[in-house]
């Protein structure tokens, strides 16, 4: 079921070269429902069995057509949108139907991590689709709001029902495995040896400088284009190259961290206890990912940067101004 | 015996006023016996400052001085902030008390002492219009340059404690309450018998906006980016502040005053001075520090948070400006190109 970002990202990069490796020790991992340009360079793209659970629900025939032809004990679907598909009763019920319809016993696997590292990573998701401008501390109250982060409130539809079907594998455990072997650890498969090793190259974001420009670009954005929204046809496509660019010119290389300890003890009051609820519920003991309070805010102010770089924000803004601006028009 | 007053002016202090004022007001103050330095700017009185500091018996200064005491001249009066600076060194006060006493002058020494902490804030932006800096506010506050200039004890103690050489102090307030060389005047100890000086301004000078403050910054920033401090120096390319200013002005950019102070930093400069204020007001008053440290809310700027029409127009602007300048299509005399346009 996915869980943050990285963590669907790791699997997706890593179960293109573990196929052979899982085939070989019995697990299925099925080409019926499954979407993703796999291409030779882009092995991971997208590899994810969302179809089975899109508005037509389409594969499920065949998903069971080669499960039934497969001797497999174990069949292991990756599916990140279920954690949001679930939040409607009837469609999580739908799915959950069509699963135990196809296997004897239906493990639920997600990753679960500390909010702030999450929410921070969601801030900068935000910021580089210019759908933000504001520092996150001074956005927190609106993050805080989003039910997405609280996993108590996520994740209880799949589990209250029935504990046993649903595990969570808490993300320093998660990361110190192979990610598919981790997944599969955790329902009960115990392959983390067998699987080849794999470097799991890290997602491009924004580091401090990119923040920056990607705030006032964003602010920008919204009197250079009248009526400017993120959704719009085009702009996606625009923040992509905006990402690469913040690349090239060295702004993703370091680690941003906006979160104050000050902003971070608040959201924590937010999170805590609901924390420590679902730990109980799930592995029957207190919650013990630790929050990284006191990890030094690394938001930079973009008139406090060195004259060099200033100049390339400014340039940067004004020339992608131009660029989202055309693609916008060519795109409408 | 002629008096020569000596106005340390510390920069800015006084925000330019006194200076503005005794120019101003040259003939009226002739008339009442007072003699100012020759010309008009703070640049050639700096020059005739820096004549009489040093030692030196026989300087332009010194003879212009000289020249005044035989003629009789009741006051000589020489206002300027590089005076400040070097009265805080014993080894100049007892220059200039050597100097008088060769020239047979008495000499008092008048400072117009104001609360750091909105003083800061105004040097702050001065400095800032004036290219002289594109540090943050936080930065400035903290490592103030020169730091001695800002703690009154250290910066003064050597001419307190010079026999021959007066001090007088003025709290900042009193340059408000009666014009500014009005007040310097009167703490002279000058009986003027003239009416009010027609050119004494009363009142602080504005405090720019927030974001003009930023857009300076950002100007700044990009100039030295391009080598342009080296290629048409400070001076000239301040009338791009200046085109800055006017936009803003002409734009409604800012509906506030810069206050750079947040409440963490406030206190530890209130903390950090107060004792020293109390110190001084001891000595030269013989009462309590009579200005308090100015409040505010945090009036920065933080150019992603700015209404977006407004952003758009200091970015367009500010980079019609450079790259103008940087294609050479503007001109760095003519106030009315329309290069940022």
């Known amino acids: ?332 | 015996m002629t008096r020569l007053v000596l106005h340390a002016g510390a920069e800015y202090a006084d925000e330019g006023a006194v200076h503005q004022g005794l120019t101003a007001s040259r003939a009226q103050l002739a008339k009442a016996g007072v003699l100012l330095p020759p010309g008009s700017s703070p640049v050639e009185w700096r020059d005739t400052a820096q004549g009489l500091m040093g030692g030196s018996a026989t300087t332009p200064a010194t003879d212009w001085l000289r020249a005044a005491t035989n003629a009789g001249q009741p006051v000589v009066l020489v206002s300027s902030d590089v005076l400040a600076d070097a009265l805080s060194s014993p080894e100049e006060v007892t220059a200039l008390a050597a100097v008088s006493g060769r020239v047979g002058v008495d000499v008092r020494v008048v400072v117009v002492v104001r609360e750091q902490v909105g003083y800061l804030n105004s040097l702050y932006c001065k400095r800032v219009l004036g290219l002289d800096t594109a540090r943050s506010f936080a930065e400035f506050a903290t490592e103030p340059v020169p730091a001695h200039r800002f703690d009154y004890a250290a910066s003064f103690g050597a001419v307190a404690d010079t026999d021959g050489v007066d001090l007088v102090a003025v709290p900042y307030p009193d340059l408000q309450s009666c014009g500014a060389a009005e007040a310097v005047l009167r703490a002279a100890g000058i009986d003027k018998t003239e009416p009010d000086l027609a050119g004494d301004r009363a009142g602080p000078a504005p405090v720019p906006g927030p974001v003009l403050i930023g857009a300076t910054r950002l100007l700044h920033k990009r100039l030295r980016r391009l080598g342009m401090f080296h290629e048409h120096g400070k001076p000239r390319l301040r009338t791009l502040v200046d085109r800055l200013a006017q936009r803003a002005a002409q734009r409604s950019w800012d509906t506030t005053a810069f206050w750079g102070w947040d409440a963490g930093l406030r206190r530890a400069v209130a903390e950090e001075y107060g004792a020293s204020n109390e110190l001084f007001a001891e000595f030269v008053w013989g009462t309590p520090w009579p200005e308090p440290f100015s409040t505010g809310r945090p009036q920065r700027t933080d150019l992603a948070d700015l209404e977006p029409a407004v952003l758009h127009d200091v970015l367009r602007f500010v980079d019609g400006l450079v790259e103008g300048l940087s294609r050479g299509s503007l001109d760095l005399s003519d106030q009315k190109a329309s290069g940022g346009s």
């Not at chain 1, 069949?75 to 949001?84: A, E, G, N, Q």
């Not at chain 1, 004897?104 to 991590?113: D, I, K, P, Q």
């Not at chain 1, 992509?240 to 906006?258: E, I, M, P, T, V």
């Not at chain 1, 030094?296 to 100049?311: G, I, M, R, S, Y």
Request: net charge neutral; hydrophobic share 45%.
């Open chain 1, 1 to 332: 079921m996915g869980g943050s970002r990285d963590v669907v990202a790791a699997v997706q990069h890593s179960l293109p070269g573990s196929i052979r490796a899982l085939t070989e020790h019995g697990v299925l991992v099925p080409k019926s429902g499954r979407s993703g340009n796999q291409t030779a360079g882009n092995q991971a793209a997208g590899f994810s069995h969302h179809p089975l659970v899109g508005r037509s629900g389409a594969g499920w025939g065949a998903l069971h057509a080669e499960v039934r032809a497969s001797d497999a004990e174990t069949v292991l679907l990756v599916i990140p949108s279920l954690l949001r598909i679930g939040r409607s009763t009837a469609r999580r019920v739908q799915v959950l139907r069509q699963l135990s319809s196809l296997a004897e016993a239906v493990r639920l696997v997600s990753v679960v991590g500390e909010q702030l590292s999450t929410i921070n990573d969601f801030y900068l998701s935000r910021v580089a689709t210019w759908r933000i401008s504001r520092r996150l501390d001074a956005s927190v109250s609106r993050l805080l709001d989003n039910e997405a982060f609280v996993h108590e409130t996520l994740l209880r539809p799949w589990y209250e029902q029935d504990p046993a079907r649903y595990v969570a594998v808490p993300t320093p455990v998660f990361a110190a495995h192979h990610p598919v072997g981790a997944v599969l650890s955790a329902a009960g498969v115990d392959l983390d040896g067998a699987l080849p090793r794999v470097v799991i190259p890290d997602l491009p974001k924004l580091g401090s400088v990119g923040v920056e420009a990607n705030r006032l670009l964003a602010t920008y954005l919204r009197a250079e284009i009248p009526g400017f929204r993120a959704d719009d046809e085009g702009v996606a496509a625009a923040s992509l190259s905006g990402l690469s660019r913040a690349q090239k010119l060295g702004w993703c290389s370091d680690r941003f961290w906006g979160w104050t300890p000050v902003a971070a003890e608040k959201a924590l009051d937010r999170f805590d206890a609901s924390n420590q609820r679902f730990a109980n519920a799930i592995w029957g003991t207190a919650w013990t990912v630790p929050y990284p309070v006191e990890r030094p805010c690394t938001q930079a102010e973009f008139l406090d940067l060195d004259f060099p770089v200033v100049d390339q924000v400014q340039r940067y803004v004004m020339s992608m101004a131009d660029k989202v601006s055309r693609e916008r028009k060519a795109a409408t």
